[in-house]
């Protein structure tokens, strides 16, 4: 008579006493489906109390369809997973940060953790560690001068502000988050801690007068069209100098941003149109003074063909001309954006304002725009933002002007009320 063999049910448990005094519980989470074997997993504990406890929390969340298999890989393995096979989605400067950021602060501090071991403590502690020390900057004597050894630059830490722990927080979320979806994780432990609070950083645009400085003092200079274009379309710079001639429609005085000029190291490609920031294309209508300044850009860069002669780099046929880049050197390079800034920082000391940076430009823009009527859903469709609420979120305040007239129009109300 053949032998009856009997087979453990999902979730059948043993306990025993191991070699060192510890308690070891056994059970089942189900077969193999290659070999029909059972597949066998241990929880262990001190004593045999802790040890049967944990069997019958295992047994349980088997029972009820919610058990989950701790994945044994360390929070450096699945970072270096997710950057390499994850990042198909985002775009190259996306994939550039995430990488700088995993690499410089989440590695160092929670790779040697185990993935299913990452609680939600562990990962404020870290966020916390940061504000007190998550930057490195140059150390420098009492005279304030650089530190050196050995050739290299001696750094130190420094505090790490709330809105770059707040940054480092939305890369390790996204991270674990596909750990979550890909069933390494059950929940996502980023999801509970508590992130600094971020002060709103205070913009500067320039004023009426430092406007009307800039106007004077930019007129002739070599970077005088592509910096009043900034300022009176609130173009960012990478749009503005990746913009092409086939994107300037002077029959309709339009101008159509749809990507920008991006600097890669060379082994990724050098200078590179890519896509804009949040993938929306817009197409402006510029005050007919920006239109006569392209027309004059166009002009002046005929003329920078002929004078260049063999040394021309750009266009070389009218055909060309079309697609190519409306701002460039004498010689028809691209703009370098770091000479475009260092440009206007020499003309900004001039005007009175030695901290305005091209990107103020934008912002100014923005502030005469709302200051002449416009409402803000027009003013984020020539910015470019996602939302109007974002562009009320940088911009919500007003300008000493416009707090001006608000209050001349609250006192033309009030006297109409009072003379009735």
């Known amino acids: 008579m053949a032998r009856k063999t009997t087979r453990n049910a999902q979730g059948a448990g043993s306990l025993r006493q191991r070699a060192d005094g510890t308690w070891e519980a056994r059970y089942t989470v189900g077969r193999d489906p290659g070999t029909g074997k059972q597949i066998r997993k241990s929880v262990y504990g001190k004593t045999q109390k802790e040890a049967r406890q944990k069997l019958a929390q295992a047994v349980a969340a088997l029972d009820t369809g919610t058990y989950f298999e701790p994945s044994k890989m360390t929070m450096e393995q699945w970072l270096d997973i997710w950057t390499k096979e994850y990042m198909g989605d985002k775009k190259y400067l996306t994939v550039k940060h995430y990488k700088a950021q995993v690499e410089a602060h989440i590695k160092p501090a929670l790779g040697a953790v185990k993935l299913s071991q990452l609680a939600p403590h562990t990962i404020q502690k870290f966020y916390n560690d940061l504000l007190k020390t998550g930057r490195s900057i140059p150390k420098r004597d009492k005279d304030g001068k650089v530190l050196k050894k050995d050739g290299k630059t001696v750094c130190e830490s420094a505090p790490m502000s709330a809105k770059s722990v707040r940054n480092v927080h939305g890369i390790l979320t996204k991270a674990l988050s596909v750990a979550v979806s890909a069933g390494y994780l059950r929940d996502n432990p980023a999801d509970r801690v508590t992130l600094p609070r971020v002060e709103k950083k205070e913009i500067h645009p320039l004023t009426d007068e430092q406007v009307k400085n800039f106007l004077q003092t930019a007129a002739g200079d070599e970077y005088e069209i592509i910096l009043k274009l900034i300022l009176f379309t609130g173009l960012r710079e990478a749009e503005a100098t990746g913009l092409t001639w086939d994107c300037v429609d002077f029959n309709d005085g339009t101008v159509k941003v749809c990507k920008q000029l991006q600097k890669r190291p060379l082994k990724d490609g050098g200078f590179t149109f890519a896509p804009l920031k949040n993938d929306k294309v817009r197409v402006l209508k510029p005050a007919p003074f920006v239109m006569d300044l ?56 001039q005007i009175g304002a030695p901290d305005s940076r091209v990107h103020d430009l934008r912002h100014t823009f923005a502030v005469l725009s709302l200051q002449n009527g416009d409402d803000v859903k027009t003013v984020q469709g020539n910015l470019g933002h996602a939302t109007a609420a974002f562009t009320l979120d940088v911009y919500g305040h007003v300008s000493e002007r416009m707090k001006e007239d608000s209050a001349a129009r609250m006192e033309e109300y009030i006297k109409e009320l009072v003379n009735r």
């Open 294 to 349: 392209l027309k004059r850009r166009q002009k002046e860069q005929g003329a920078q063909r002929l004078k260049a002669g063999q040394l021309w780099q750009g266009w070389s046929t009218a055909e060309e001309r079309k697609t190519a880049l409306v701002f460039t050197t004498a010689t028809g390079g691209n703009l370098s954006p770091q000479t475009v800034y260092n440009h206007y920082k020499k003309l900004a000391v």
